[in-house]
């Protein structure tokens, strides 16, 4: 389906998200924080990054940041996926950034955030319905003028 960089330094969730993203048939890469997930986007290319804020090297709103005012990766959608409590500041930040969502882990299930991947992906690659209409040019001659 969908390419995913999931981007956290708690290994025990990574492997949680990353089984069950797997498992709806995505292709999963992973980074353990902000400076691992430039590396892997020069050779990997996601349609979508799960990236947690609270990280070692560089967080996630670091991250975001950087990501955002890159030419080549700015159209990635990003979701900030985090243990940490959602102050209206921090998310509210997040967003103004270019995030397109705020989750906090402890309010959501892993299927949640799946369907939160999968809505997300719906978004940004639905694709505008082709209009088929035959314009015909007017007849212009002298005698209409």
């Avoid at 990003?78 to 998310?91: A, Q």
């Amino acid at each position: 389906m969908a390419k995913l960089l999931l981007v956290d330094d708690d290994s025990l969730l990574v492997r949680m998200y990353q089984t069950k993203l797997e498992g709806e048939g995505h292709q999963v890469e992973t980074a353990d924080n902000g400076l691992a997930m430039f590396e892997k986007l020069g050779e990997y290319k996601p349609d979508l990054v799960l990236l947690d804020v609270m990280m070692p090297q560089m967080n996630g709103l670091e991250a975001l940041t950087k990501l955002k005012n890159t030419p080549s990766l700015k159209s990635i959608p990003v979701i900030m996926l985090t243990n940490v409590g959602s102050s209206e500041e921090d998310s509210r930040q997040a967003l103004e950034l270019g995030a397109v969502s705020y989750l906090v882990k402890s309010d959501y299930t892993p299927k949640e955030v799946v369907q939160k991947v999968k809505e997300i992906l719906e978004g940004y690659t639905r694709e505008l319905p082709q209009v088929k209409t035959i314009i015909k040019p007017a007849q212009v001659t002298v005698e209409n003028l």
